[in-house]
Every structure is written in C-alpha cells, then in structure tokens.
C-alpha cells in the first residue's frame, strides 16, 4: 500500500513570494503548498501507477490517499474501519512523507489537548472575591513544564535528534481587559512521545494536579471547573522486524536508510492495525509548512525511480 495525505496546511500568517495555490516551476524547484507535504509523492505514486500493468504483480497494489491528517489523522481512520470490513490487510505500507528518500521505521506519538478553565469574574480591585481562571491555568501550564523537564530525564532514545519525548503548551488565551479578573482561560498543549513511552502515565500527573486546582476552586465558587479534553491522538511507529522486508526492497530499489524523526505521521496507525508501515518519501521536511515551500524536481523524479523498481520486482 502507498499512502499519503491530500491536505495541507494553511498560508495565512506567511509571506509568500509565490502564489501558493498554483505550482510555480523555477529551474530546478518547484513551489507551492504542499509540494513537498506531500503532493510530490502523490505525483510519483499517480506516475507509475499509471504505467504499471497490473497483471504483472504478484500481489495487490492499493493506493491510499487520506484527508485532514494535518489536524489530526483524521481520514485514515475511516479508510482502516473500510479494511478492517473488507478483510484487506496489506503486507507492507509506505507513508510518503518527506525524508529525502530515507526509510524511517520509528516516530514519535502525538496527543493534542485543550484545557478549558471557567472560574467567576470580579473587578481587579476586588479580586480576591472571584477565581482567577488565568492564573489557575498559569499554575497548570506550570505542572506541564515541570513534567516536561522530568521527561527529559526519564526515558531517551539517542536515535531521535530529540531524545526524549516532550511536551509544550503551545497557545494561551485569557482575559477582556486590564482591570478585570478573567473568567475564563483557554491553552493549548502538545505531548511527542517516543516508542515505548505509555502516554497516560506521562498525562496521569496532570490530571491529579486538574482535580486539585478544580477542588480548590470550588471551595471558593462552586460553578468553577477545569475541562481538559484531548483533541488529538496517534501512536507512535515503532521499529519491527515485520518491516525487514520491505526496508530491504526500498534500499535494493534505490532508497537509503535513515533515521527515527520526531514528527508524527499516519504510519503509527497503519501499523497498530497489523499492516508492517515504513514512512519513505521525497523532499525534506525542513521545508513542509513553511512560505514559499519547495521541492526539488529531481527528488520526485528519484522517488518515481524507486517505486517503479519497487513495484517491477
């Protein structure tokens, strides 16, 4: 199975030289959104696909494009429930991200959450009389750092540029003007998580600090609460023998080895299915979401190389 994502990430807030939407051909680049996540690779597959003579393969080739990956693996979890039903279970898969044509066998889990604190608005002159939905949430953003410097120290892979799994409040809001205790705040947080790591362990100790801020909220205004809801949730890819073969198959066709990444891709899903995911693809992912995104043409034209001979053997 060949898999890639159609969606991209927005261009609001950057500056583009380029129109974004459209690809702009410039010697030996092309620009757009997307080009590098992971519209090239689509192009590959679509090429030789194309030109492939099914009755010449031995197995089955399935081509899965998914939809709303970059907010949270979305599609692909229908697409597996269709697989699941039909009884399709591919022998290997190959998630195009961007890795310069490297096959990478491990990434990071990922869970997103939001923390939602709702506390009772006061004059600041009188502020001892509300809740202060903002500095609860301050006091929880600081339990997430602190955790965050813990797993710095706890678990390490030294095949991650980052190794160890991390943990980042990434958005903060709060308040309507300068005299005014907040009634409510609202922040963001990110936890990247490696192979192995449990994640509710490493959640569980903010949860326990949540329900002792919430209870000594509510000795003082009992509306008060902390909602901590996860927004997002993909398992790490963990390196398995089951993917020798086809690690074997991409490097004789032409790919190389390469590294564990810290970004988090569909692949951790393919895999908890049963399915052996390798994440393998052209471009480099310094590029993905930036303005004025590019990939090199030769870079799609060595990953169309690698997959044809993939697929003639």
Partial sequence: MLSGHTDVVPVSGQNWSRAPFAVTEEVDRLYGRGVCDMK???????AVVE???????SLPLHVAFTYDEEIGCLGVRG??????????????????????????????????????????AAHSSTAGLGVNAAEVAARLVAE????????????????????YSTMATCRIHSGTATNVIPEEAEFDF??????????????????????????EMQSRVQSSRIKLERRTEVPALVPENSTDDIVTRIVKAGGNLGGHVAYTTEGGLYQA???????CGPGDIAQAHTADEFILKSEIGACEAVLARLLSN
């Fill in 51 to 57: 030109r492939i003579d099914a009755r010449t393969l």
């Fill in 144 to 163: 997430i750092s602190g955790q965050a410097l813990h797993l710095q120290t706890s678990n390490r892979d030294e095949g991650f540029y980052v190794p």
């Fill in 40 to 46: 090239g690779y689509l192009a590959a597959v679509l």
């Fill in 79 to 120: 697409l597996l429930r269709d697989l699941a039903n039909e009884g399709i279970r591919p022998a290997a898969c190959i998630v195009g991200e961007p890795t310069s044509m490297k096959v990478v066998r491990a990434h990071k889990g990922r869970h997103s959450w939001r923390c939602t604190v709702q506390g009772q």
């Fill in 190 to 215: 990110d936890l990247r998580y490696l192979p192995g790591v449990e994640p509710e362990m490493v959640l569980n100790p903010i949860h326990l600090r949540a329900r002792a801020l919430q209870d």
């Fill in 273 to 279: 299915q049963g399915i052996p995911t390798v994440v």
